[in-house]
């Protein structure tokens, strides 16, 4: 069996114990060592979200790059270059 130290384990949300106390003072570079550490992407995509609901203002999503550089062949179509998705990235969204 493996034992945590104290300090690594919380009741409360990990999105909670890790960032609220950055976001409460607006300490944004600070917040940006943190990390919470899943091995599912549904799991990740959960923290993302909870951490996202406590930052104040309105949400923004900014989508990817729908050209390839350095591309010889012809004109690749947005719709094209999204099929190609990697498992450990998040979807990317047509607007």
Known sequence: MVELPEGCVTKESLAQNIFSECVRKRQYKEMAEKI????????????????????????????????????KGPPLAPEVLQRFVDPNFSQPKLN
Do not use: C, F
């Not at 091995?39 to 996202?52: G, I």
């Open 36 to 71: 919470i550490l899943a091995a599912k992407n549904y799991d990740v995509d959960s923290h993302n979200a909870a951490v996202l609901n406590m930052l104040p203002g309105q949400e923004r999503e900014y989508t990817s790059i729908d050209v390839a550089e350095n591309w």
